[in-house]
């Protein structure tokens, strides 16, 4: 099993002062307020499984070692004990390779950890299923409070999962990738 996983951070729920206006007939758009309240953040823990799509996610109230570690024991407990080798695809950050986080792969070695080069996020697909998760559950940020977000998340996660699909990557992606790449250094 080949799991992509990383976190989406500084999720705000942002409630409004007024309530936000749905779109009318005669082509007028959401109406939302500007000014919003500040109501705390989630940091949600996500793994994309790219064999069928499917996503396991986890908010958590903070981005550290722990709660890494909790998402990593969630998973632990739900993926079949049977499947006897689990790849970890993520990136670099302190966060997946800390003494605490490496202490708990050495009690579970059917985790086996590879990072992405630095600057690589593209290389990772959770990345495109956040992308997903952003424009169709987050665009406008408009929650009551942080419960409030975490059940729509969850609800998301839940919804995306009776249809997962993994993403295919074809020689003609990853050459569109590869080709913007030079622009990118510049």
């Known amino acids: 099993m080949v799991l992509s996983l990383d976190e989406k951070t500084s999720l705000q729920p942002r409630p409004r002062l007024s309530p936000t206006r749905p779109a009318q007939p005669q082509n007028l758009p959401n109406r939302h307020e500007h000014e919003y309240r500040r109501a705390g953040a989630l940091n949600l823990f996500a793994a994309f499984d790219t064999r069928s799509g499917k996503v396991y996610g986890h908010c958590a109230e903070r981005k550290r070692q722990r709660e890494f570690i909790a998402f990593l024991e969630g998973l632990d407990a739900e993926l079949d004990e049977r499947m006897c080798t689990i790849h970890l695809v993520c990136d670099h950050v302190s966060t997946h390779h800390g003494k605490d986080v490496r202490k708990w792969f050495a009690h579970h070695p059917r ?62 992606s990853v050459a569109k990738v590869m080709a913007a790449a030079p622009a990118l250094a510049a």
Not at 155 to 172: D, G, L, M
């Open 111 to 172: 985790f086996i950890v590879h990072f992405t080069p630095v600057h690589c996020s593209w290389m990772n697909q959770v990345e495109q299923w956040f992308s997903i998760l952003q424009r169709k559950r987050l665009r406008i940020v408009d929650f009551d409070s942080k419960d409030h977000l975490r059940a729509k998340i969850e609800q998301f996660i839940q919804e995306w999962n009776q249809q997962a699909h993994p993403f295919n990557w074809s020689t003609k």
